[in-house]
């Protein structure tokens, strides 16, 4: 048996992350911060000796402006996926702080679209077809996406209940692991 990995890093640190807002599929961009979290980031993966053969990004400005310098600094391709998108998380976007009990609350019922929104469902519909995908291919993939799909990411490699779930979380830039065994 041997284990296949892929990784995940969440986008940089946002303009919408330092205002404590909801960003869901409203682009924000990088901050200053932000960009240098990316080249940070790629030093790490090359200082941990990484092996990736693919970049794979959200289309959301700031996932894929750091997506690009992580690949500019490594030399790890990159490529648009868009599946890995943020949720819309409907009226909520904007919304401030990102950590009240109500928005909270809302993370609890997975069928909610947030009006307008998308559902917990389809969300996670479109990130475990991913990881499937992802699976059965023998590339190994480093995932540039958001904090919302990194609750999907890990819920497809270990259970969670529903306010582990809602309460999960990766800070900026941080580097996840996530094995297969095949």
């Not at 992350?17 to 979290?37: F, M, Y």
């Amino acid at each position: 048996m041997t284990m296949k990995k892929v990784y995940f890093v969440r986008h940089g640190e946002s303009q919408w992350n330092v205002e404590d807002k909801i960003c869901g599929v409203t682009d924000s961009p990088l901050t200053d911060k932000g960009h240098r979290q990316a080249v940070e980031t790629a030093q790490a993966i090359l200082d941990a000796g990484i092996h990736a053969d693919l970049i794979l990004y959200s289309p959301l400005q700031r996932a894929a402006d750091t997506a690009r310098k992580i690949s500019e600094i490594t030399g790890i391709p990159a490529k648009k996926e868009p599946r890995l998108i943020e949720q819309n998380f409907g009226i909520w976007e904007g919304t401030s702080p990102r950590d009240s009990v109500d928005f909270f609350n809302a993370k609890l019922n997975f069928i909610n679209s947030f009006e307008r929104g998308e559902s917990m469902f389809r969300v996670a519909q479109r990130i475990y077809n991913l990881l499937d995908d992802l699976k059965d291919d023998e590339k190994t993939c480093i995932l540039v996406a958001h904090n919302g799909i990194a609750r999907f990411v890990k819920s497809y490699f270990q259970d969670m209940g529903n306010e582990e779930f809602a309460a999960f979380g990766v800070k900026n830039c941080e580097i996840c692991c996530f094995e297969w065994e095949t």
